[in-house]
C-alpha cells in the first residue's frame, strides 16, 4: 500500500518524506501494536536560547500534496493541549499517535529545562 502511495507521491516529496513512508511500511510490518497514522506526521524541535518548543505538523491531502500547521509553545501539556484538541483542518490522530506525541513533547520539555540536545524517536 505504502510503495502505490509513494511511486504517486515521488514528484511532491522530498528524501526525507520519501523515507519516512518507507519506515512507517517497515514498522506497520514488525510491530502489530503500533499504528502510525498516513496522513500526517510530526516533526519536533527545541530552539534552547528561547527555551520555546516547535512542532511541524506535516499532512498530505487527498490528492497527495503536503502542507504543514506550526505549533510552538513552552511546554509539552499547552502544546498537546492546542494539537489534541483543536480540529486542525479535521486531521484526526489515533491513539498511538497521540501517545507518541506526548511522549516527544515531554522529551522535548525536559530538554529545554536541563539544556541538553533533544532528539526526536
Same mark, same amino acid.
Given at each position: 500500500?505504502?510503495t ?11 528524501k526525507?518524506?520519501k523515507?519516512y ?6 514498522l506497520?510490518q514488525f510491530s502489530y /501494536?503500533?499504528? @502510525? ?8 524541535k527545541i ?5 520555546? =518548543? &516547535?512542532? !511541524?505538523?506535516?499532512?498530505f ?14 511546554t509539552?501539556?499547552s502544546l498537546?493541549h492546542?494539537?489534541l484538541? /483543536?480540529?486542525h @483542518?479535521?486531521?484526526i490522530l ?11 513533547? =515531554? &522529551?522535548? !520539555?525536559?530538554?529545554v529545562l ?8
Amino acid at each position: 500500500m505504502y510503495t502505490n502511495m509513494l511511486l504517486h507521491l515521488s514528484t511532491l516529496l522530498n528524501k526525507q518524506q520519501k523515507q519516512y513512508l518507507i519506515d512507517i511500511s517497515i514498522l506497520n510490518q514488525f510491530s502489530y /501494536k503500533l499504528v @502510525l497514522d498516513k496522513s500526517s506526521y510530526f516533526v519536533i524541535k527545541i530552539n534552547s536560547y528561547d527555551k520555546i =518548543i &516547535k512542532v !511541524e505538523q506535516c499532512c498530505f491531502n487527498n490528492s497527495g500534496q503536503l502542507y504543514s500547521i506550526f505549533f510552538t509553545g513552552k511546554t509539552a501539556k499547552s502544546l498537546c493541549h492546542t494539537i489534541l484538541t /483543536k480540529n486542525h @483542518l479535521n486531521i484526526i490522530l489515533s491513539n498511538d499517535h497521540a501517545a507518541y506525541l506526548g511522549r516527544e513533547l =515531554i &522529551k522535548s !520539555e525536559l530538554a529545554v529545562l536541563l539544556d541538553q540536545k533533544y532528539i526526536q524517536d
